[in-house]
């Protein structure tokens, strides 16, 4: 019998390496013992030494734990926890299932069956395995987080394996979809003007978690919170996800580009009481999740997704905090955007908190204190809080300003008053005193909705590809197909279409707050109709490369109007447009058809505005018109050898939609024709 076993210690959860070996540790209060299994091979079929740990020598308080000499980093192991089955009491142990480290740093897929997890009986032939990391085994060359204000920034959210998984991406096969392949893209994002990348879901999650024979595309099913998503890693080694990844986040730093995690702290892929056991539900049922209070056997589900994490129970809240630290300190990334992050503001019973724990940690932990925090503020059991959301530094997801500004440019009533505040980082909806409007989170579409092409595309949802009978996705989509729904060959309804989405970013990025734009948009991705497209693992959902040929002419424009914006010191402010004239910061100036006379009743169309910077010298006008037919629009006057230059008109062809300041056009006379459904922006600048 070897003699390298140890007691170990109850910290730090999770596999530790040291010098001489491994310590493991994982928490579970109810349980009556605990196996460490051992595998040689990622897929061996069973392990090579089972280790029983002693609740007395290898137990303290709620921790089990042993220290194994001898044992290195890339390790595969796994546990059973063995325990009373007792469903009214929320306790669910089982012994055949082999369970996923909660702390696991990198997890094996290989042989996974999801089936084997949910059904009766040893499934270690079919079960994830954890992997022994040593995070401080990597070279960061020098590199750290980056810290981009949100007034500097531009985010662009995207799907790590969609973005290069076509064929025609021009990355190698065996990159294509990977942390690796997107390496690759870099320059790309860098010529559109991103300054952030907000990645769907890469903590590992369950691809089987969707209705068969699709998958969990997106990636919200969430198994283990330390790991990176092992089929983004185009290297198949045990610890290919962890460095690749890493490499990832390095090349994106060298180019000035942030990385922002979509994180997944509200639910998990072990579902509802039917769900499959992988790690959590093994581990302490009842102390992870909540629980229906009249009936324990059953998750309460405020997510939609069958369960509900409990993230102010105490080491619920320890386990989120460190993910975060370790994704920050170990990974380098810069921020966070969490997933229906209102669930974190409910209490152990599902009732919402005045002051949540773990959000006010978050917000307060001192490693976290340069890093994006972004809050989607709500959650499916109906408690909606933007606007709301606890805290002085969370950012969140302005909703409102999508549904409004595709309302206004749909024609809908009633839309201009709240088009102003959209503009303006929707002050009504964020209230409080110093806020800086940048955390205002501005985005037309997302992941969740309508591709910008569809927007303008589809009046409904098609989302019959889901096999869902078309029930799926959201029926408010505030969308205008322009005339004929889905794929048209009518040059007139293509061109409004067109023009619709070069309003709709117009609108994004003219606006006070941070914007982010959907990937592909800027080529007009579809997804023919679909608004919830997260089991399409296939070309729906890909970004397709060759549309950089067809949409030429809209990726000119949007790369020049963000890059005008981006160096334009108007939209780089930490506080609020002010309404009235003063000499120190921006000031914002409503106008209607005529200057000073905006048009606020509810049948009206169309917005004109002024933005001027004292210290700066920037001097904007911007006209939206919405209305059906051209209006001609004053121009506020200016002082003697100034004029007006047309920067952006979206009623022109391209070249002529939009002008870099240096070749722009001078404006002649004190008014401008603005055509039916476009938007104009001018520069004021000097004739000489």
């Not at 030494?49 to 595969?76: C, D, E, M, S």
Request: aromatic fraction near 12%; glycine fraction near 8%; hydrophobic fraction near 35%.
């Amino acid at each position: 019998m070897k003699n390298d076993l140890f007691p170990g210690q109850a910290f730090p959860l999770g596999a530790t390496v040291y010098p001489t070996g491994i310590n493991f540790c994982v928490f579970s209060k109810n349980c009556e013992t605990v196996e460490l299994l051992l595998f040689d091979h990622p897929t061996a079929p069973t392990p090579s030494r089972v280790i029983h740990l002693h609740p007395i020598t290898n137990h303290t308080f709620y921790y089990w734990h042993i220290f194994i000499r001898g044992l290195k980093a890339g390790q595969v192991y796994g546990y059973r926890v063995y325990g009373e089955t007792r469903l009214q009491d929320g306790l669910r142990f089982d012994g055949s299932k082999v369970l996923v480290d909660p702390y696991a740093r990198a997890v094996i897929t290989d042989c996974y069956d999801r089936q084997a997890a949910c059904q009766p009986g040893d499934n270690c032939a079919q079960a994830m395995r954890s992997v022994v990391v040593d995070p401080h085994a990597y070279n960061w060359q020098g590199d750290q987080p980056l810290h981009v204000p949100f007034a500097h920034s531009l985010i662009y959210e995207m799907h790590v394996a969609g973005f290069t998984h076509h064929p025609n991406s021009g990355v190698e096969a065996a990159r294509r979809g990977t942390f690796a392949g997107l390496i690759e893209k870099i320059p790309y994002l860098k010529a559109l003007g991103v300054t952030a990348v907000e990645l769907l879901p890469v903590q590992q999650f369950d691809a089987q978690d969707a209705p068969w024979p699709e998958s969990n595309y997106w990636g919200y099913s969430p198994v283990a919170l330390f790991a990176p998503h092992r089929a983004y890693a185009s290297r198949r080694d045990p610890l290919g996800p962890v460095d690749e990844f890493r490499d990832m986040v390095k090349a994106l730093h060298k180019a000035n580009i942030e990385v922002i995690l979509d994180v997944v702290f509200n639910h998990t892929a072990e579902g509802n009481q039917d769900g499959p056991m992988l790690s959590l539900r093994g581990f302490e049922n009842r102390a992870y999740y909540i629980l229906e209070q009249d009936d324990k056997s059953h998750y309460a589900n405020f997510t939609g997704c069958g369960n509900t994490l409990n993230a102010n129970q105490s080491i619920v809240r320890r386990m989120i905090m460190d993910c975060l630290r370790y994704w920050v300190t170990e990974m380098h990334v810069d921020g966070f955007r969490f997933d229906l992050a209102s669930v974190l503001a409910r209490d152990e019973w599902g009732q919402p908190l005045r002051s949540p724990p773990i959000l006010w940690e978050i917000e307060s932990e001192p490693m976290l204190a340069g890093t994006k925090i972004i809050a989607e503020a709500w959650d499916a059991a109906g408690l909606y809080q933007v606007g709301s959301f606890i805290g002085d530094r969370w950012a969140e997801w302005n909703g409102k300003f999508r549904d409004d500004v595709r309302r206004f440019l749909k024609g809908d009533r009633q839309t201009v008053k709240d088009l102003a505040a959209r503009l303006t980082a929707s002050r009504d909806v964020f209230a409080q005193v110093q806020r800086d409007p940048n955390r205002s989170i501005n985005f037309i579409t997302c992941h969740d909705g309508f591709t910008l092409n569809d927007v303008v595309s589809y009046n409904d949802k098609h989302n019959e590809a889901n096999g869902q009978q078309n029930q799926d996705g959201t029926d408010q989509n505030h969308s205008w197909n322009c005339g004929i729904e889905g794929v048209t060959t009518d040059p007139r309804i293509a061109t409004l279409r067109t023009q619709q989405i070069k309003n709709l970013i117009t609108i994004l990025l003219v606006s006070q707050g941070t914007p982010m734009l959907l990937m592909g948009d800027e080529v007009r991705r579809t997804q023919n109709g679909n608004n919830n497209a997260y089991c399409q693992n296939n070309d729906l959902s890909w970004f397709n490369w060759e549309q950089l040929n067809h949409e030429d002419t809209l990726l000119r424009f949007m790369r020049g109007l963000i890059r005008f914006t981006q160096e334009s010191g108007l939209f780089r402010e930490h506080e609020f447009w002010r309404g009235t004239p003063n000499p120190i910061s921006p000031y914002v100036t409503w106008h209607g058809t005529h200057i000073g006379q905006p048009d606020w009743g509810d049948d009206s169309h169309s917005l004109a505005f002024s933005l001027h910077h004292p210290r700066t010298g920037d001097h904007l006008h911007v006209i939206l018109n919405a209305y059906w037919e051209a209006l001609r629009f004053e121009l506020p006057p200016l002082p003697a050898g100034m004029g007006w230059w047309r920067i952006l008109d979206t009623a022109l062809a391209a070249p002529d939609d939009f002008c870099d300041p240096a070749a722009a056009p001078r404006v002649k006379g004190s008014s401008y024709q603005v055509e039916a459904r476009s938007s104009v922006l001018l520069l004021a600048q000097s004739d000489n």
